[in-house]
């Protein structure tokens, strides 16, 4: 009950605040979109709401987990569902008024493409002897072939000719180079199906066509080179995409590409939507129902995080439809696997669908770094966010070869996620990596569609490994970014899945210990609960380890209010501390004072009395009287 009082009361505070963000909304009417006319505490309020998103989406998931008492749960639906609501107000409103949310992101990539106009990057207009090359890179789902589409629509009339090949590999490009063929030389057409040679005459006649002077006018878009090879990429598959450009430097070249590596290109990366605006605009038009004001709209949208093909997709599924968008978020959150097998992508992605295209990446990764492969895999048992090279320990008990290979050394370590990022399936800022989160529910559903015992073993390792105590340096700061990995646990399918009697009962531990520090006590629970299983198998009822186990279980179940628990738990660790270290060891005395604390707060004040006296002459004779932890339990005498 505490945990539901904690919660509860954190809903509480967070609805305060939103209903006080709420009230700012009136005064956005004021201002403009400049800079200088905008408060600095709505841009910190904009920098607040994804923070609120996120803590109400894992109280959610808590209640729809069975973790809180049903009564509990009943209240917190209607006061969460509103919270929902208003920062989802508060968010549009501050999109339409800051002036970073000016613009939609194909509005702001179009700009870009303007701007690299300007610069004669891709302008027909100017230096008609110099080769222009953009290239449009993004992961897939980013929608690199719609801003190409939409660049074509707005300045067609800018070139003498729009040429569009498909660049998905080596033979499909040489086909539409030989279509292109067909339609410059329309008199030279051959009926019948042309020979190897003859495929390479025509591909040869259309780059010399392309190099002809006075012919510098045209635009060719090579859409989806995504297998390119380059220096230190090993590809079988892979080819150099400059072979097939005209012979001489002319013209206007935009390809759309995963890999950040075409260094021969003017690069115009294409990130997420930011702005939730944005992305219920894309569930609107293609799911063909209203999204203003509909918060389970706001909450799917969210959920999605800004990738254009996952929103489209959503919509094209909910159009053809009768399901709620809430509806359809249930069925993502968990049956992700069936609703990508027989839901179908938008008209406008071809036969791309929202897995296809990083399944074609991960086939190209595993061919060219098996190692980077393996990797990706690990971590779908991993938060999406703020991964780092020290979270990945170099020692590990019975370690694969493929882990082996990776960590035995930075510089190979760094390969690995170099190749991940050369296929846009990993982003890189800062020595810090993540995925996006609709990559990272893939990661899990298909490379992993078959359970990694020995990859998620490795993962509790990572997070157990960064765990430090109370008392180290910079605790907090620490645990905090570790803490994220370690809810990643809490995920259905993976802590059903996880064979827990494989893991090391100290990792376990680790594990309780973390979340016991971060107040989800029913998951510390869980987890001693299994530590106290694999110490009492391995070492037996009487171990210290296993003692040290149900002293921490006693701690907990005392912070929970289950005082008889707790004392039943402290007095079984007081027996055994007393017959493996005696009456006077720090561990049988610190089992001591934590009973004295438990009774003092049930109102046992003789008992406690007796409990405290014993514990600080124990700690005198011990450690001496000025230990911190003798004055401590002093204190803690003087209080009673």
């Known amino acids: 009950m505490a945990e539901a009082a904690a919660i509860v009361g954190l809903v509480a505070s967070i609805a305060s605040l939103v209903d006080l963000s709420a009230k700012v909304v009136s005064r956005l009417r004021e201002f403009t979109s400049k800079s200088s006319d905008i408060p600095e505490s709505f841009r910190s309020l904009s920098t607040l709401l994804p923070l609120l998103t996120a803590t109400l989406q894992h109280i959610q ?21 509103n919270a929902f609501e208003q920062v989802s107000t508060v968010q549009i409103s501050l999109a339409k008024v800051l002036p970073s949310g000016g613009a939609s992101k194909l509005e702001r990539a179009l700009k870009a493409l303007k701007s690299l106009a300007k610069e004669d990057k891709l302008s027909p207009k100017s230096q008609p002897d110099r080769q222009r090359i953009v290239s449009i890179v993004g992961m897939g789902g980013m929608g690199k072939t719609q801003l190409s589409l939409a660049h074509i629509r707005d300045h067609a009339d800018d070139y003498s000719s729009v040429f569009w090949l498909n660049a998905k590999d080596e033979p499909n490009l040489r086909q539409s180079m030989a279509n292109l063929s067909v339609i ?54 892979g080819y150099d995409i400059r072979t097939y450009f005209p012979h001489r430097a002319r013209g206007s070249i935009l390809i759309t590409t995963r890999s950040p590596r075409l260094l021969f290109a003017k690069q115009l990366p294409l990130k997420k939507l930011e702005d939730v605006e944005q992305s219920l605009a894309i569930l609107a038009v293609r799911s063909g129902r209203k999204v203003d004001g509909d918060v389970s709209a706001t909450r799917l949208a969210l959920r999605l995080d800004g990738l254009p093909l996952a929103l489209a997709t959503a ?245 929970q209010g289950k005082m008889a628990e707790a004392e039943e738990m402290y007095m079984r660790a007081l027996r055994g501390y007393k017959k493996a270290w005696g009456l ?57």
């Open 61 to 81: 998931s808590q209640a729809e987990a069975g973790r809180l008492p049903e009564d509990v749960t009943k209240a917190l639906t209607a006061v969460v569902d």
């Open 184 to 237: 410059v030389f329309p008199q030279s057409a051959n009926p019948a199906a042309p020979s190897g040679d003859d495929e390479k005459l025509q591909i040869d006649k259309v780059r010399r066509w392309l190099s002809e002077a006075g012919n510098d006018q045209w635009l060719l878009i090579f859409d989806n080179y995504d297998n390119p090879r380059l220096p230190g990429i090993d590809s079988s598959t």
């Open 315 to 559: 919509g094209a599924y909910l159009s053809q439809s009768a399901d709620s968008f809430d509806d359809y978020l249930e069925l993502y959150n968990n049956s992700w696997s069936d609703l990508s097998q027989y839901s179908h992508g938008p008209a406008d992605y071809e036969e791309r669908t929202l897995y296809s295209t990083w399944n074609v990446s991960f086939q190209q990764v595993r061919g060219q770094d098996p190692e980077a492969a393996e990797l990706l895999k690990l971590l779908a048992y991993l938060d999406n966010q703020d991964l780092w090279y020290g979270l990945f320990p170099e020692n590990l008990n019975d370690a694969p070869a493929w882990w082996t290979e990776v960590m035995k050394s930075r510089v190979r370590f760094n390969r690995a996620i170099s190749t991940l990022h050369s296929y846009s399936l990993l982003e890189v800022n800062a020595g810090q990596y993540r995925l996006h989160a609709c990559e990272h529910d893939w990661t899990l559903e298909h490379p992993n569609h078959e359970f990694d015992q020995e990859g998620c073993r490795i993962a509790i390792h990572c997070v157990a490994a960064n765990v430090i105590w109370k008392s180290e340096a910079e605790y907090w700061v620490r645990n905090r970014r570790v803490l994220p990995h370690a809810r990643r646990f809490q995920h259905f399918r993976i802590n059903a899945a996880v064979d827990w009697s494989g893991i090391e009962s100290g990792e376990l531990s680790w594990f309780a210990y973390l979340y016991k520090q971060n107040d989800m006590n029913a998951e510390a629970e869980e987890m001693y609960m299994r530590a106290l299983r694999g110490y009492e198998k391995a070492w037996g009822l009487e171990h210290t380890s296993t003692l040290d186990t149900v002293n921490n279980l006693g701690n907990l179940y005392k912070a």
């Open 584 to 640: 006077e060891h720090t561990s049988t005395l610190n089992t001591v004072n934590n009973l004295g604390l438990l009774y003092a707060d049930q109102g046992k004040m003789a008992e406690a009395e007796e409990m405290y006296m014993r514990a600080l002459r124990g700690y005198e004779k011990a450690v001496g009287k000025d230990h911190p932890r003798t004055l401590t339990i002093s204190s803690n005498l003087e209080a009673l």
